[in-house]
């Protein structure tokens, strides 16, 4: 039971804190980044990204 609970918060964490599991934002439906970047072109990786922040 603990590793099933222990397996749950992994993938949690992981699916807030890594860019492609993370959902995109500027769509109206519940695609993640890693599904909207295969609609646009399924040969388009991501290279680099920025961070940027509003509250600096």
């Keep these: 039971m603990i590793n099933g609970i222990v397996?749950?918060?992994i993938q949690k964490f992981l699916k807030e804190n890594t860019?492609?599991?993370?959902e995109?934002?500027?769509s109206d439906d519940?695609?993640?980044v890693?599904?909207?970047l295969a609609a646009a072109d399924k040969?388009?990786?991501v290279l680099a990204f920025k961070r940027f922040s509003l509250s600096d």
């Design 43 to 45: 040969d388009a990786k």
């Design 34 to 36: 890693k599904e909207a």
């Design 30 to 32: 519940k695609k993640t």
């Design 24 to 26: 995109y934002q500027l």
């Design 19 to 22: 860019l492609m599991e993370q």
């Design 7 to 9: 397996n749950g918060r």
